[in-house]
């Protein structure tokens, strides 16, 4: 049994702040088998972290969080960029063209981009697994729809910390049931099914810090490009 970490972001998403050094130093620290680095709409810094994993002791996941026209999606184990704004099914089949696993992180936080503001239930079912527990929660309730909806329709489901900064890397994990410490066993197991979630919550003030952070350099950004 491997315990992995699928859901974290860089200094180089628009709303993280660590680079992937740290991110991997908190994973080897509190005991994680592998990581993948999870960036908004944006490989760079995945690939690295995935290159670099092995001098942590962790098996590296290259990963992305990609825009669908109707939410994020990861997209697991792919080396190339699937642009932002395709649709939901397209997103899925651009993953598995690569090879890749489909996760749908927060379907039912729709506030943040989760893809049932813009999809029926029964489209999230063309899913290869979802986020069934997100450590960025405010009351449970929607990691409890996700929890019972993937269960319902036999659904892989997997957990992830959603971290934004380093410390929180680690705070919601997946179990996946290989001995084999090989990228290729994780995303076979978690096709499969052979997982098992464990999470915590994301103190409220570190999610808020970490919202207020994202604020600021949205509108930083925002602002750069009006001037150019």
Do not use: C
Not at 209 to 225: C, D, I, L, P, T
Request: hydrophobic share 40%; aromatic share 4%.
């Amino acid at each position: 049994m491997l315990t992995v970490e699928l859901h974290t972001h860089s200094e180089l998403s628009y709303d993280g702040r660590d680079p992937i050094e740290l991110l991997l130093q908190q994973a080897g620290a509190v005991g994680l088998d592998a990581l993948a680095v999870t960036d908004h709409d944006g490989l760079d810094a995945s690939l690295e972290a995935a290159r670099l994993a092995p001098e942590y002791g962790l098996v590296g996941i290259p990963g992305v969080e990609i825009t669908s026209e109707a939410g994020h999606v990861l997209g697991l184990g792919i080396t190339e960029i699937i642009p932002a704004g395709l649709s939901f099914q397209e997103t899925l089949d651009r993953i598995r063209d690569q090879g890749g696993v489909a996760v749908v992180p927060h379907p039912f936080q729709e506030s943040r981009s989760g893809v049932l503001a813009d999809i029926s239930k029964d489209e999230l079912s063309e899913a290869d697994a979802i986020e069934v527990y997100n450590s960025r929660l405010l009351t449970g309730w929607s990691n409890h729809q996700a929890h019972q909806y993937a269960r319902r329709h036999g659904l892989p489901m997997t957990a992830g910390s959603d971290a934004h900064i380093s410390e929180m890397v680690g705070q919601a994990v997946t179990h996946v049931d290989t001995d084999d410490r090989s990228l290729d066993a994780i995303l076979d197991a978690i096709r499969k099914g052979r997982t098992a979630v464990e999470g915590k919550r994301t103190p409220w003030h570190i999610s808020f810090r970490q919202a207020a952070g994202g604020a600021k350099r949205r509108v930083k950004n925002r602002f750069s490009q009006l001037i150019r």
